[in-house]
């Protein structure tokens, strides 16, 4: 069974330019939720998606949105991007809510 | 916004000894989970804890859910070189947000 995917792995951008990440979960999981991790603030919720719909949404800019499409695969972006974007991005998936979430790699973005 | 404190911050063992870290929280949660990251990749789930005063093992580790549903602590036993990583604890309330911990960053010496 795979696990939930992330794309890319790496990514390095310039202040000012947008980015898109990209999540596919594992398969049947309707549930998928968005992280930031940084070495200062640690493991921050960004927003949660179930069956298309963002259900949650934690206290990150505008600059920071989410989508979910139809067959559960989620894309995250971050427009005029900041140095402070740099982290590690975050990808979990669960069958519904409250349960089992299961990560991915993630991607580590810089912004240089 | 809710926090959790976790302790300790660092830990350095000795192979073979047994290590015990915790979180607690002012807010209550009604889910309690443990996670183990390794460098360069996401967070695994270790134990994941849905009733105050649960009490539940996976192998070498034990996790229990505090009565008060504030806290949550990890046992490791007879720890391994691999049990090296970092260890989050992570509450769940009434929304499917996950608030996490700092982490405890494990070192064992062989």
């Given at each position: 069974?795979?696990?939930?995917?992330?794309?890319?792995?790496?990514?390095?951008?310039?202040?000012?330019?947008?980015?898109?990440?990209?999540?596919?979960?594992?398969?049947?999981?309707?549930?998928?939720?968005?992280?930031?991790?940084?070495?200062?603030?640690?493991?921050?919720?960004?927003?949660?998606?179930?069956?298309?719909?963002?259900?949650?949404?934690?206290?990150?800019?505008?600059?920071?949105?989410?989508?979910?499409?139809?067959?559960?695969?989620?894309?995250?972006?971050?427009?005029?991007?900041?140095?402070?974007?740099?982290?590690?991005?975050?990808?979990?998936?669960?069958?519904?809510?409250g349960?089992?979430?299961?990560?991915?790699?993630?991607?580590?973005?810089?912004?240089? | 916004?809710?926090?959790?404190?976790?302790?300790?911050?660092?830990?350095?063992?000795?192979?073979?000894?047994?290590?015990?870290?915790?979180?607690?929280?002012?807010?209550?949660f009604n889910t309690w989970?443990?996670?183990?990251?390794?460098?360069?990749?996401?967070?695994?789930?270790?134990?994941a804890l849905y009733k105050a005063g649960e009490l539940t093992?996976?192998?070498?580790?034990?996790a229990q859910f505090g009565i008060?549903r504030?806290?949550s602590?990890?046992?490791?036993?007879?720890?391994?070189?691999?049990?090296?990583?970092?260890?989050?604890?992570?509450?769940?309330?009434?929304?499917?947000?996950?608030?996490?911990?700092?982490?405890?960053?494990?070192?064992?010496?062989?």
């Amino acid at each position: 069974k795979a696990g939930v995917t992330q794309t890319p792995r790496y990514l390095i951008k310039t202040r000012g330019q947008q980015v898109t990440l990209s999540c596919s979960p594992i398969s049947g999981h309707r549930s998928v939720s968005w992280y930031q991790q940084t070495p200062g603030q640690g493991l921050q919720f960004l927003f949660e998606y179930f069956s298309e719909t963002q259900r949650n949404k934690g206290n990150f800019p505008g600059r920071f949105s989410g989508r979910q499409f139809s067959n559960s695969r989620s894309e995250m972006n971050v427009s005029t991007l900041e140095l402070g974007d740099s982290a590690l991005y975050l990808c979990a998936s669960s069958p519904d809510r409250g349960t089992g979430y299961t990560f991915g790699s993630g991607t580590r973005l810089t912004v240089v | 916004g809710q926090q959790l404190n976790q302790s300790p911050q660092s830990m350095f063992i000795q192979e073979g000894e047994d290590v015990s870290m915790n979180c607690t929280s002012s807010s209550i949660f009604n889910t309690w989970l443990w996670y183990k990251q390794d460098p360069g990749e996401g967070p695994v789930l270790l134990i994941a804890l849905y009733k105050a005063g649960e009490l539940t093992s996976n192998g070498r580790l034990t996790a229990q859910f505090g009565i008060t549903r504030k806290d949550s602590f990890l046992n490791i036993s007879a720890s391994i070189p691999s049990d090296v990583g970092i260890y989050f604890c992570a509450g769940q309330g009434g929304s499917e947000k996950l608030v996490f911990g700092k982490g405890t960053k494990l070192t064992v010496n062989p």
